[in-house]
């Protein structure tokens, strides 16, 4: 179905002109336009069978310094990490160390019940356990936790008797605490620190040596930094300490490791075919243990089986997909946030399975661009320009928009917000949430009454929205 990286694609010119050079020429132009039009900076690899048939860097690791991005860069990969833990644990099962069915009292003998009696392993690596994500501890996770070093003994006792969501087992909810309580089970099993068993039984046996746990104290080579998008341009992300990911979000890696990681995978290196088989095997929402399992259609009448997890912390975002059907590798690691890692990963698929590329160039950062240049009129302007005439090449949803108001609002610069508010109205009249972005720019600036009449205009379009309920609320309270 997917035809050979290096060759060429063979498509009527006059459909597809694009395809008449290679894929890896196509993959290389594709990421240069996400990097150039929609602000990507990271590092992207593509291999079939453990060899790498592209690979490149784009944008910067440090901005400061001037240092650019390549695929020897060290990316955090916050979720992606889970993968790894789930593979820890089944080496465990096929030791005869650990149990898929065994209750989490098993190992911690003092785990307060009812939870440390229903909830099992099975359950923690396939996010059934009905334990919450990081919900019960909003809005206060950042400042009161993820800033300061925690042993980990002390952190699980933190959330371990929070409030089930449901009976285990019954349903899915993802839940990074269920896998942070993995690792801390995985040190008491082997008697060794998360870090020390990773190296030992992954990472040194693969030769996976630019991969391990995050740890801002150490001096690391090629370590990215992590940023976040603001309108144009980066800002440094919030720092957070690692200690608050065991085994959940914690490491670090290049595209080129990850390679070595499939290929291990492939070639059942790490663990036998009978226990690897059940990592894969999707339980519910179609979630394996540390991957989802799902299909990906490509036309109307094909689908393509895909391994895949993607991952975001403070400044850093990715996703790293198997097709394991023709055994490609496609991994997008990004140091800054949001990143369009699922676009890039579901144009290459499309590039490989000789499909037409879908890409749109970024109205907000085309538009911030004339801002930071122009000013705010000549800005309002060139919005209304591309969502008029340049549609077909410009993603000009209310979203675009939104993301623009926000990212003012976030730098205190409320009055051209609102500007951009009143423009969300203008294109999208029918929409409540259109009249909600422009009622939070009046809000942010300090304009309560202004930001009441558009929560109540957009009421009237939707009457049940929540949000606009809540902001509608709040700004009646200040008016």
Known sequence: MIKSYLSFIVVLFTVMPAFTQTAEQQIDQLVNDYHEHNNFNGAVVVAKDGEILYAGGFGYANYELGVKNTPETKF????????????????????????????????IEDYPGPQGDIITIHHLLSHTSGMPHYGPFEPRFSPDYSRQPWEHRDFVEVFWDFDLQFEPGEEYSYSSLGYYLLGYI??????????????????????????????????????????????????????????????????????????????????????????????????????????????RDINDNDSILTHRHSGGTNGFNCLTTRLPEERYLITVLSNARPGPTTGITNNIINILNDRPVDFSRSSKIATARVLDEEGVDEAVAHFRYLSEERSETYDVRLGQLSSLVSDLIGIDRTGEAVAFGELAVELHDESANAHMLAGNAYYANGEAEEAVKYYAKGLLIDPGHRGILRRFRRAEDLN
């Open 76 to 107: 955090r990969i916050a979720s992606v990490s889970k993968q790894f833990t789930s593979m820890l644990v089944m080496q465990k099962v096929a030791e005869g160390k650990m149990d898929l069915d065994d209750p989490i009292r098993e190992y």
């Open 186 to 295: 995985l040190e008491i099993v082997s008697g060794k620190d998360f870090d020390e068993l990773l190296d030992e039984r992954i990472l040194h046996p693969l030769g996976m040596y630019n991969t391990g746990i995050d740890n801002h104290v150490s001096i690391l080579k090629n370590r990215a930094n992590g940023y976040n998008h603001s309108l144009a341009s980066f800002l440094n992300a919030e720092f957070r300490d690692m200690s608050t990911a065991l085994a959940t979000g914690d490491m670090y890696t290049t595209v080129k490791d990850i390679v070595l990681w499939d290929k291990a995978l492939y070639d059942n290196t790490l663990l036998d075919e009978e226990y690897q088989s059940l990592i894969f095997t999707p339980n519910l929402s179609n979630y394996g243990y540390g991957w989802f399992v799902d299909y």
